[in-house]
């Protein structure tokens, strides 16, 4: 039982659209020995050590279904069992996780096991606490034939009792997690940003904070007052709220002589501390003063002491948010109640079994502990922990009623007075806090504190929620929905604008084409790249930030207000997207690339991947209409709207699709040249001449027409005006400065050249077709790479998509080889050129980048064309601009914009018109034409019958 490679999943993924873990196992011999072989002893075993397996319903939908598959039949394996082992776990510790699947993987015995997770650390460890589990119950003979020794002193209650405890410690607290519920609940989005309770809740500039309680909008000086009790003392009984007496000392001495001035019986606690740490009540003796001092004084952060009068009553939390009081819970410090049978010990024992305590904060209640304090409870008593109490009688084992020590809380919000509630609010109002416990201690908290008395004895800032949320009887109070409601008002946004890309080529220009667009309309715009992250155009982040990592980064700016998200194959493969739903998604292309690496074989597989960016759109998926396994995607997307883009005018399915009201990116042939045309609803709303947008090199350069037919689809989406998005369109270029690596053009040399990051077999054909159509009076030469780890078969089509386009061919390879020869891949690419017909003469074999370009440059004469792929990007670029020159320091590596670009004519919106008979779209095997309101899509079905 060996797990051999581990996938944290952060976001959407190929398994799940929320964060899973993917271990691949194997489980070697075990794969002869299902649940049924092993045994009943290993099944009653695995029960007797989580009996809550039985709640398990597996795929029987019902409780108990795991345990039946585990008995009935042929049983089930171990990957299966260890699944929900681990599922349960993360339950036991406080997750409330449900989702696995395991499935077989490649070799026989080697699975897939995906489950669910909350947090990842927790997740990871309850797989190997699950592991360790199984082995300690399987038969010895059958555990040797594993090579595993049974460790003979596993115990699992010890493990997992410290299990639970590393959760606690791992996952949020109790009023954490509820924020984040209710929030989940309101359909705002959280990011965890550290491993403690602070967390981010919305995006971009619409974020607001919380740590625990405390939150964006909470006072820092309320804050403070509130942690000097001294202080806050003063501040309510300035204003004439109820109060005990109270001073501040320094000393044991100083302490008694308090506690005769106020009178006794006194309470004694630090000037600084919470959870009820340090504080010691019904003290009526020097003696008791004097050791309260010193415990008060160890669990302080001051080295001053409150001493105060001490009110008899019963401990109430009212907790108040944004000036309204929300909830009220009754507390009772942790006892147990005689009856005259069990001991003291037996009746802690009777009280934490029950199924609603656990450890730390795990459960709604707490643990009662035979510690230190109950001790000293139990010999002011006159006990020991083997006395017997009479029945109906109480004993106290803390002295202060907080549920992290044992208490209990009965929820009395509904039975509050109106003094006590108005009390309350003044109290938290005068300190200045936004969300505020208040402590009041009465005999009746119905009637007011005017008639029978009591008195506040602390305000406290980050209030715990458990209390309210999880009461130990009453009715749960949803205080956590409260504060999201004050964080985020009603019709409040949370979200900003998201706009995902994906696919195998054009994303990156693609982006940054929407990108500029947003921007040049007024957004301060985050944008994920295979080029690094950028910020406002400006660049925050350098290196191939396309991962779930980047996309953070972007929405925990505060400044960002729109988000556009490259989204590469291999985050996805590796991480799972970093956000979990978009506005608009976009699929450009799903190509030869990569196949081979990480699992992905087929161009299937590689659209399986890429196909989760639009299955997690809101509104708008927009997909290749001339790519088919991009169309296949229609069916997966939950977006309201399916926008096709499509450079076939007699395209079968779009035509349809747009006669059913739905929206479509055409490129029409006119007069003039071609057109980008938007259809939507009906209307025919002609956008820009491809000749007009700089990128296209005059709309020859027939990718970057389509890049920019996708980043006008995704704008007109996002619901940008056609001016905003002929302005973004007609003022973007390709220059390094703008698109380092994507087709930039240098024309101060005698003979042009273009720099492209093109590595895969799809990019060299849309480049070598490019310049072919460009005119040249000279030759056409190209320096040819391809990456040294895709497969032999993508080199050679690498050479095969070239040949014929050039008159010479320079092959070199990338500075890393990735695992390749010196001279392997040029060698590979000029043998894919000869076999396609290029002459030996017409081919140069340089190994080193740097070398292949200078001689390319050398050769290259007036009226030349010179294609270089390059791979280091920026050395590439100053090679081309300080060729046959003196290199400056103050050369200028980056393209200036020209910004004096003609503004474009209003746009001409008519009725859609019938342009003719279209193409037929035919249909494969399985597949089927579906119309709905979303407009005309391809659906798989059950019968391989479909014509």
Request: proline share 4%; hydrophobic share 40%; with cysteine.
């Given at each position: 039982m060996q797990i051999i490679s581990t996938n944290v999943y952060v976001g959407p993924n190929v398994f799940a659209l929320f964060p899973v873990i993917r271990h691949v196992i194997d489980i070697g011999v075990l794969e002869d020995y299902p649940s049924v072989v092993l045994g009943d002893a290993f099944i009653d075993g695995l029960v007797s050590a989580i009996p809550s397996l039985a709640e398990h319903g597996c795929s029987?939908?019902?409780?108990?279904?795991?345990?039946?598959?585990?008995?009935?039949?042929?049983?089930?394996?171990?990957?299966?069992?260890?699944?929900?082992?681990?599922?349960e776990l993360q339950s036991l510790a406080g997750s409330d996780v449900t989702f696995g699947k395991t499935r077989s993987a490649t070799k026989p015995g080697q699975y897939n096991m995906v489950f669910e997770y909350r947090q990842r650390d927790v997740g990871l460890a309850a797989g190997k606490l699950g592991r360790s589990l199984l082995i300690s119950l399987l038969p010895k003979e059958i555990a040797k034939q594993l090579h595993t020794d049974i460790d003979a002193d596993f115990n699992f209650e010890t493990e997992l009792h410290d299990f639970i405890r590393f959760a606690q410690r791992k996952e949020f607290g109790?009023?954490?997690?509820?924020?984040?519920?209710?929030?989940?609940?309101?359909?705002?989005?959280?990011?965890?940003?550290?491993?403690?309770?602070?967390?981010?809740?919305?995006?971009?500039?619409?974020?607001?904070?919380?740590?625990?309680?405390?939150?964006?909008?909470?006072?820092?000086?309320?804050?403070?007052?509130?942690?000097?009790?001294?202080?806050?003392?003063?501040?309510?009984?300035?204003?004439?709220?109820?109060?005990?007496?109270?001073?501040?000392?320094?000393?044991?001495?100083?302490?008694?002589?308090?506690?005769?001035?106020?009178?006794?019986?006194?309470?004694?606690k630090p000037l600084n501390a919470n959870h009820g740490r340090g504080v010691s009540i019904n003290l009526r003796s020097d003696e008791e003063v004097t050791t309260?001092?010193?415990?008060?004084?160890?669990?302080?952060?001051?080295?001053?002491?409150l001493v105060e009068s001490y009110l008899t009553g019963m401990d109430h939390r009212m907790l108040v948010v944004n000036g309204e009081l929300v909830a009220v819970a009754k507390r009772v410090p942790g006892h147990v109640t005689g009856d005259g049978k069990h001991t003291i010990s037996e009746l802690i024992e009777i009280v934490n079994s029950d199924p609603r305590r656990g450890v730390g904060h795990e459960k709604v209640l707490t643990q009662l502990l035979m510690d230190d304090q109950a001790q000293r409870l139990l010999a002011n008593a006159g006990h020991t922990p083997d006395s017997i109490l009479d029945e109906g009688n109480i004993l106290y084992l803390r002295d202060t009623a907080n549920l992290s020590t044992g208490g209990t809380a009965i929820d009395m919000t509904d039975q509050v007075h109106p003094d006590n509630r108005e009390m309350a609010v003044r109290a938290i109002t005068a300190v200045g806090l936004d969300v505020g416990g208040v402590d009041f201690l009465t005999s009746d908290i119905t009637?007011?504190?005017?008639?029978?008395?009591?008195?506040?004895?602390?305000?406290?800032?980050?209030?715990?929620?458990?209390?309210?949320?999880?009461?130990?009887?009453?009715?749960?109070?949803?205080?956590s929905g409260k504060v999201i409601d004050m964080l985020f008002p009603p019709g409040t946004p949370s979200r900003i604008p998201i706009a995902a890309i994906t696919g195998t080529n054009g994303k990156t220009t693609t982006s940054r084409m929407l990108a500029n667009i947003l921007k040049s309309s007024g957004h301060i715009v985050g944008m994920t790249s295979t080029d690094g992250v950028y910020i406002d155009g400006k660049l925050s982040v350098k290196g191939d930030m396309t991962g779930p990592a980047s996309a953070q980064i972007v929405l925990r700016d505060p400044a960002v207000d729109c988000a556009v998200m490259e989204t590469a194959r291999g985050g996805i493969a590796r991480s799972g997207l970093g956000y979990h739903e978009t506005d608009v998604s976009a699929i450009l292309n799903v190509q030869s690339d990569h196949l081979g690496l990480r699992g992905i074989n087929t161009l299937e597989e590689l659209a399986e991947i890429k196909r989760i960016v639009v299955e997690v759109a809101n509104d708008t998926a927009v997909l290749n209409a001339d790519d088919p396994l991009c169309l296949k995607m229609a069916s997966h997307?939950?977006?309201?709207?399916?926008?096709?883009?499509?450079?076939?005018?007699?395209?079968?399915?779009?035509?349809?699709?747009?006669?059913?009201?739905?929206?479509?990116?055409?490129?029409?042939?006119?007069?003039?040249?071609?057109?980008?045309?938007?259809?939507?609803?009906?209307?025919?709303?002609?956008?820009?001449?491809?000749?007009?947008?700089?990128?296209?090199?005059?709309?020859?350069?027939?990718?970057?027409?389509?890049?920019?037919?996708?980043?006008?689809?995704?704008?007109?989406?996002?619901?940008?005006?056609?001016?905003?998005?002929?302005?973004?369109?007609?003022?973007?270029?390709?220059?390094?400065?703008?698109?380092?690596?994507?087709?930039?053009?240098y024309d101060e040399h005698a003979f042009r050249v273009i720099l492209d990051y093109g590595h895969n077999a799809a990019s060299i054909t849309q480049m070598s077709q490019l310049a072919t159509?460009?005119?040249?009076?000279?030759?056409?030469?190209?320096?040819?790479?391809?990456?040294?780890?895709?497969?032999?078969?993508?080199?050679?089509n690498i050479g095969k998509a070239a040949a014929g386009h050039f008159d010479l061919?320079?092959?070199?390879?990338?500075?890393?080889?990735?695992?390749r020869g010196d001279d392997e891949v040029p060698q590979m690419i000029a043998a894919a050129l000869r076999e396609a017909g290029v002459a030996d003469e017409a081919i140069i074999i340089i190994p080193d980048e740097q070398e292949a370009i200078d001689q390319a440059l050398a050769k290259a004469e007036p009226d030349d064309l010179l294609l270089i792929f390059g791979d280091a990007i920026t050395r590439s670029w100053k090679q081309i601009t300080r060729f046959n020159r003196e290199p400056n320091a103050d050369d200028e590596l980056e393209d200036v914009v020209d910004s004096t670009k003609n503004a474009t004519k209003p746009p001409k919106v008519v009725p859609m018109l019938d342009s003719g008979e279209a193409d037929p779209f035919v249909l494969e095997a399985g597949m089927k034409l579906v119309k709905d309101e979303r407009g005309v899509r391809i659906e798989a079905t059950d019968s391989e019958d479909s014509d």
């Open positions: 029987y939908g019902e409780p108990g279904g795991f345990l039946r598959r585990l008995r009935e039949d042929e049983g089930t394996w171990m990957g299966h069992i260890w699944e929900h082992v681990v599922l109790p009023s954490t997690a509820s924020l984040v519920h209710a929030a989940e609940a309101r359909n705002i989005p959280w990011i965890r940003l550290n491993n403690y309770s602070l967390v981010q809740f919305g995006q971009g500039k619409h974020q607001q904070r919380i740590q625990a309680t405390i939150t964006s909008h909470t006072n820092h000086i309320a804050v403070e007052i509130s942690c000097d009790k001294e202080d806050t003392h003063n501040l309510l009984s300035d204003l004439g709220l109820p109060v005990p007496r109270q001073q501040m000392i320094h000393s044991a001495e100083q302490a008694v002589r308090a506690a005769k001035r106020i009178g006794f019986p006194v309470v004694v309260a001092f010193d415990f008060a004084r160890t669990q302080g952060t001051s080295r001053a002491v009637q007011s504190y005017k008639d029978v008395g009591g008195g506040i004895v602390e305000v406290n800032a980050a209030p715990g929620f458990r209390m309210h949320v999880a009461p130990s009887e009453g009715q749960p109070r949803d205080v997307t939950r977006a309201k709207h399916i926008c096709y883009v499509t450079l076939n005018i007699q395209h079968g399915l779009v035509r349809e699709h747009i006669r059913s009201g739905g929206r479509a990116v055409v490129l029409e042939s006119g007069i003039n040249g071609e057109m980008i045309t938007i259809y939507d609803k009906g209307a025919h709303i002609p956008l820009l001449w491809t000749h007009l947008i700089p990128a296209t090199l005059e709309g020859k350069a027939t990718h970057n027409v389509q890049n920019a037919m996708f980043a006008a689809a995704m704008a007109f989406s996002l619901g940008k005006s056609l001016d905003e998005i002929r302005h973004g369109l007609r003022t973007f270029d390709t220059s390094f400065f703008q698109a380092p690596g994507r087709m930039n053009v159509k460009l005119e040249v009076a000279g030759k056409r030469i190209v320096v040819l790479a391809g990456p040294g780890d895709r497969r032999d078969e993508d080199l050679v061919y320079i092959c070199k390879a990338d500075d890393d080889r990735r695992g």
